[in-house]
T-cell receptor, first 114, second 114 residues
């Protein structure tokens, strides 16, 4: 069964303290891995799509990387406005055809203190 | 680009009434739209997938007669919660996908049933 696990569940950082969030996945065939940011009371905001092991993408203080088993979201010198829940999701391609159903992890709640 | 809107953002209704939520892709054609439900401090739960002009595909355990989904055009999908009850109170989020695998999410609708 396809599965996505995110760790840690919650992370508290001081402003400027870099860290990484982990997303490990088990799928029969990976079509894509997605990172989203969700603020309280709002819908998820798209950050990155990664398709193959070794791929990296950056946006401001965020950098996402992908291996065959996991993805990391690296946050460099975070600011309080980076506080949010970060969601990882995968799109799998099982035997018998493709599906466009995202499988979400439970998220990492990041709090960055000034 | 890739903006998805939802209307209304908040709705309060009496038990037994029906509520319609609209989801629009503003700057791209959404061949597929998805409806999710999110409970407090939990990840997103997919309710149904709809393709333009076709009947929606509902996830196991989601009542298709209670949650009516219409995807009449490439930019508009609606979710109607029929005969709403307090247990239907939740945060409903739509997402839209176009020619790529990436889903773009709306801002969500907070439904409260009294």
């Amino acid at each position: 069964e396809d599965q996505v696990t995110q760790s840690p569940e919650a992370l508290r950082l001081q402003e400027g303290e870099s860290s990484s969030l982990n997303c490990s996945y088990t799928v029969s065939g990976l079509r894509g891995l997605f990172w989203y940011r969700q603020d309280p009371g709002k819908g998820p905001e798209f950050l990155f799509t990664l398709y193959s092991a070794g791929e990296e993408k950056e946006k401001e203080r965020l950098k996402a990387t992908l291996t065959k088993k996991e993805s990391f979201l690296h946050i460099t010198a975070p600011k309080p406005e980076d506080s949010a829940t970060y969601l990882c999701a995968v799109l799998s391609e099982p035997y018998g055809g493709a599906t466009n159903k995202l499988i979400f992890g439970t998220g990492t709640l990041l709090a960055v203190q000034p | 680009g890739a903006v998805v809107s939802q209307h209304p953002s908040r709705v309060i209704c009496k038990s037994g009434t029906s509520v319609k939520i609209e989801c629009r892709s503003l700057d791209f054609q959404a061949t597929t739209m998805f409806w999710y439900r999110q409970f407090p401090k939990q990840s997103l739960m997919l309710m149904a997938t709809s393709n333009e002009g076709s009947k929606a595909t509902y996830e196991q355990g989601v009542e298709k007669d209670k949650f009516l989904i219409n995807h009449a055009s490439l930019t508009l999908s609606t979710l109607t919660v029929t005969s709403a009850h307090p247990e239907d109170s939740s945060f409903y989020i739509c997402s839209a996908g176009g020619i790529t695998d990436t889903q773009y999410f709306g801002p969500g609708t907070r439904l409260t049933v009294l």
